[in-house]
């Protein structure tokens, strides 16, 4: 349980700033190669979805983005879904400077870092815990909580792609691919270019 934040950061489709609660809770996840201090927050990978960047390094001191119309469009939904209003970004459209309320409180669900020990991947989902749940408690994640996650609202309507890493459960692999499959029927998102 923690915040999800943006101001002075470069959030995109599939990734945010988390500051948790309890920084013991994300210090002690496996693979983990930092410490965090409270009231610091770490970058979090979204499991299971993949989003057009909006920037990323190609070995040159410029940055490049993929398609922009989505990639922006991607972003500004999962910003959404977080709780997060009038964001306003910097000349390049990079970093957010300011928006109506930072911190948006919300929760994450994760069982480690990235291979890199540096971003927990994560299930994320905006306001309070469900009551019954405790911070740091275990939740094993069925197909019913998953659709309450921003991962899966953003592959639902269009802004992700599914993405499958090796520890994604059966159930949930088949509830992403329905959600990307009625968004593509329905050419949401991604899918009014994208012809894969």
Known sequence: QGTFRV???SPDGDSVRFAPNDPDLVNH???G????APGKSV???LECIDALETHYGNGSTRFTQQPPVPAKAARARLLELLGF??????????DVVACDKDDRPGFILSNGFDSYGARPVSYAFAGPLPTGLADGADKFLDATFLKQSANY???LEGHAYPMYYEG???DLRAEMDAAMASAAAASLGVW????T
């Open 33 to 36: 190669r930092r410490t965090l």
């Open 153 to 155: 609202a953003m592959v």
């Open 7 to 9: 101001v002075g950061f």
């Open 85 to 94: 209003t009038g964001v306003k970004w910097d000349a390049n459209e990079k």
């Open 168 to 170: 994604a459960f059966h």
């Open 43 to 45: 970058q979090l990978r």
């Open 192 to 195: 009014a270019t994208d012809a």
């Open 29 to 31: 996840l496996p693979g």
